[in-house]
């Protein structure tokens, strides 16, 4: 199948008669997906945007549910999302971000119904990266510039038009109710012709990265790594893989809403104890907790790194804290592995 | 700038050597082109890593607070104002501080950078003169630095340091003063027009704290953000919180912010927070006649008071 590019915006219409539709919008001097009223909003020509997409399914900040005391008693609303949506032009990293943190919201001993109910009624159009920029090293993490983990149908730009390629059953029913025209043969050499020359430069060497993790908590190089970091929340909120949050009550008196946010590792107030002791007091503590969950825990549990190269952290963090620095650094340090 | 790059790291070796010091904190060549990253240097050897160009635009100030080291610190003017004000809050023992001064002829903007490229990505630059050098796949732009400035640096007054030990190349011309065009501009608009600005400018604002961070005098124990008996503040995001948050945070900071920029430098959306901090400067200094860091002996505006103090939210005139 194909778009034509004047088309598009037409296309991205029909979708919404069917779908809450979202898509990468122009805001400020950066691309945020947003849902779309009109397809004209939509832009595609975009490296990657400011926020990864991760929002859609996991917000940063989601009423759960609502509650109120009256004459009949307490009286609760749970807010369940069940809209269709449509991710239209997301980037294959931040696709591939949503299968990991499907290991978080649905596992063994957990299955988030917020989270779930979203994913399911999720269509991912993916959108390949011709030229992936300097910062992302998607191809060290397994991914690659038109990898098709998690995405329904992507979306090859050949010049003036689209090229779709069907992925899976949910993917053909999105498309099977539109009138578009068939690639041909031509279309399809175009498509491939592209996949080829795209290049990711950057690679980020991570063997024995975990094991050099694995042995030594406390290895002298924690000392050092997190000297510059501020201990904002730039590289986690804009970190597509980054999933922790807090709950609060947003009430007055007895009536309000339970709400989730994203959190930030590197907060004091992350692990503070009612009692006032913090367990990670300083930014060493959060720091390593940060590199620990992404490259260490994760791969414990779920036997995958917490990263897809997507490069944001690196873009936007305020010193320049480069991960892939730390990465070389923890890669390349003494860190005994016989203890 | 490579002379002074010399320079500094001619002086950091020293200080190390002789032990005047356990750490110096400067800046190295970063990872990103026009980027360059704080950093803290223990042995003597390692002083060859330090760097001055355009893109040291980090407020060093912000890693002095409270240490119990000896610290030397590569100080232009806007960190130099701030460590002034830190030294006059008990938060620097100055007796364990050297500074390396450096006079600062603007850091660049690379959000400025970003729209003049449109959509382009840089994968190197070089500065020439009065110009930098952009390049990237298949092009290459040359532009007057005056041009890709920070604002901040285009409206600073005191490019060269206000406090020093050593001084690395040679002072800047000083500058007339502020006359505070853009804050004027924008209390001239009707209240309506202001809240509206705000509104949007804020419900982009993704609550990651990076402004608080960045700023060397935001240094609570506990920040009012973070309490939770009271909360004083909702923990989600949302516009209206998202202001009142920044509101409070330029309130807290009134006759302590030397007016670095380092806020809005950080904010990762690009949000102009200076738009608030300077409305907080200009009426401290015309209600105070207090200028934040320009030298040790004033009083602060918060430790001082004078019979002539304007007070017309206490007295009927
Ligand atoms: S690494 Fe950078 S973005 Fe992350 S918390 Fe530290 S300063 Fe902020
Ligand atoms: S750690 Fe950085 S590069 Fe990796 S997925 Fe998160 S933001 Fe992207
Ligand atoms: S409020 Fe902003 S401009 Fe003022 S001192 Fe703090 S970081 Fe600098
Ligand atoms: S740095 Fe910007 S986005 Fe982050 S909290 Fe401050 S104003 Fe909001």
Redesign the pocket.
């Known amino acids: 199948m194909l778009i034509n590019k004047n088309e598009l915006a037409g296309f991205l219409d029909q979708l919404m008669s069917r779908y809450q539709v979202f898509a990468p919008v122009k805001e400020a001097d950066y691309t945020n997906f947003k849902q779309i009223s009109s397809g004209t909003e939509a832009t595609l020509d975009y490296s990657n945007t400011k926020i990864p997409p991760k929002g859609i399914l996991f917000p940063q900040t989601e009423k759960l549910f609502s509650y109120s005391c009256g004459t009949e008693g307490a009286q609760v609303q749970e807010c369940i999302d069940q809209q269709k949506k449509v991710v239209f032009g997301i980037r294959p990293c931040d696709a591939k971000s949503l299968v990991l943190l499907d290991n978080v919201f649905n596992n063994d001993k957990y299955q988030d119904p917020y989270y779930l109910t979203r994913r399911e009624n999720t269509i991912l159009v993916g959108l390949g990266c011709n030229r992936p920029a300097g910062t992302c090293f998607c191809t060290s993490l397994g991914g690659g510039p038109f990898d098709t983990t998690g995405l329904d149908a992507l979306l090859v730009d050949t010049g003036d038009k689209y090229v779709v390629e069907i992925l899976t059953e949910r993917g053909r029913e999105l498309f099977s109710g539109t009138t578009l025209p068939e690639a041909g043969e031509a279309d399809r050499a175009a498509a491939a012709a592209v996949k080829e020359t795209a290049t990711v430069s950057c690679t980020v060497n991570l063997d024995g990265v975990k094991a050099k993790l694995d042995t030594d908590f406390y290895d002298p190089i924690w000392d050092g790594l997190h000297e510059k970091c501020l201990g904002c929340a730039v590289c986690t909120y804009t970190c597509p893989t980054c999933h922790c949050f807090d709950i609060v009550d947003d009430a007055v008196d007895a009536n309000g809403c339970r709400v989730r946010n994203w959190d930030a590792c590197m907060f004091p107030l992350f692990t503070l104890h009612g009692s006032g002791h913090n367990p990670r007091p300083t930014g060493k503590e959060r720091f390593r907790q940060r590199v620990m969950h992404k490259f260490k825990y994760f791969v414990d549990n779920y036997n995958v790194m917490a990263c897809v190269g997507c490069g944001r952290c690196i873009k936007n963090c305020p010193v320049n804290l480069d991960i892939r620095a730390i990465l070389a650094e923890i890669q390349g340090s003494e860190a005994r592995l016989d203890k | 700038m490579p002379e002074l790059a010399g320079a500094i790291q001619e002086a950091a070796r020293k200080l190390l050597e002789e032990k005047k010091v356990d750490v110096v904190i400067g800046f190295a060549p970063g990872t990103l082109p026009l980027r360059s990253t704080p950093c803290f240097v223990h042995r003597p050897e390692d002083a060859a890593g330090l760097t001055w160009n355009r893109s040291c635009e980090n407020?060093l100030a912000n890693y002095l607070r409270k240490r119990t080291d000896k610290v030397a610190v590569v100080a232009k003017g806007?960190d130099s104002r701030?460590i002034i004000e830190l030294i006059k809050e008990n938060q620097i023992n100055r007796e364990n501080l050297v500074i390396i001064g450096v006079p600062c002829a603007g850091m660049i903007d690379r959000k400025k950078v970003d729209r003049r490229l449109a959509g382009k990505e840089l994968l190197a630059a070089e500065e020439s003169g009065d110009s930098i050098v952009l390049k990237g796949d298949g092009f290459t732009e040359t532009i007057p630095v005056n041009e890709l400035l920070h604002d901040?640096c285009l409206s600073c007054r005191h490019p060269n340091p206000a406090l020093y030990d050593l001084l690395v190349g040679e002072l800047l011309p000083e500058k007339g003063g502020d006359d505070f065009a853009d804050v004027a501009a924008f209390e001239a608009k009707a209240p309506a027009e202001r809240r509206a600005i705000l509104t949007e400018e804020f419900s982009r604002c993704i609550r990651c704290y990076a402004?608080r961070q960045?700023?060397?005098?935001?240094y609570c124990e506990e920040c009012f953000v973070d309490c939770s008996t009271p909360q004083w503040i909702g923990k989600s995001s949302d516009a209206r919180d998202n202001m009142l948050f920044q509101a409070v945070?330029?309130l807290h900071?009134a006759g302590?912010?030397?007016?670095?920029?380092?806020?809005?430098r950080a904010c990762p959306m690009g949000l102009s927070?200076?738009n608030l901090?300077r409305k907080m400067?200009k009426d401290v200094q015309e209600l105070f006649g207090y200028e934040?860091g320009a030298n040790l002996e004033d009083k602060p505006a918060l430790a001082d008071f004078k019979a002539e103090d304007p007070q017309p939210f206490l007295i009927e005139e």
């Open positions: 407020n806007c701030s901040s402004c960045a700023c060397p005098m935001c945070r330029v900071s302590r912010c030397a007016d670095c920029g380092a806020c809005e927070l200076r901090t400067v934040a």
